[in-house]
């Protein structure tokens, strides 16, 4: 296995631990850890170091000529697995609303059901500029999520005052994937029509 699929496998490793961080299981010591900042700062860390691994995994690949039909699979769910399951792990903590997973879960399926019946015409459907804006978007939204709290606690200020930039970042993250996912329905709607 070549570096940048280690890195893939690394990034769907590290939800793991950020899903551990994040959310409080059971009481006692554990329970109270993840609501400290100490714990909210190791899984910015870590959430931070598994979007670095997607901004290397491809990167290394393309210099190095080491794509690979496993990596083309993996890199792309690994994706949607750090950025779905983060923001799962906050509707669980109430701080976003499940209206919001659901349209970018219902967005990513219909991308993939669209790449799907491109690859059985013979045809690569590659990321668009509105699906780059969207992802980058949606890991700049979750890093600002995850440092809410902390923003909070070290600048000081009201965290209903933190939490309305977050609420922005959100609306612009759906925006940008209701317009990603229409943006790839329109360019390749004839597939539709022909599958």
Known sequence: MNLPNKLTIFR?????????LLLPIGDGAWADFVTSPAA????????????LTDFLDGRIARKYNLITDFGKLM?????KLLVLGTFMVFIQLGR??????????ARELLVTGIRQVGVSQGLVIPAG?????????QMVTLVYLLAEPLL??????????????????LGL?????????????????????SA
Do not use: E
Request: charged content about 10%; proline content about 2%; overall charge positive.
């Open 152 to 169: 909070a606690g070290f600048l000081g200020g009201d965290l209903t005052t933190w939490q309305l930039w977050g609420n922005i970042l």
């Open 96 to 105: 976003v609303h499940a209206f919001l997973v659901i349209i970018i879960l």
């Open 129 to 137: 500029p509105f699906g780059k804006w969207k992802a980058a978007c």
């Open 75 to 79: 890199d792309s769910l690994a994706d």
């Open 12 to 20: 769907i490793i590290l939800l793991v631990p950020l899903v551990f």
């Open 40 to 51: 909210r700062i190791c899984a910015l860390v870590t959430f931070i170091l598994a979007a």
């Open 173 to 193: 993250s759906l925006v940008l994937t209701v317009a990603s996912g229409l943006d790839y329905f329109i360019k390749y709607r004839g597939l539709m029509k």
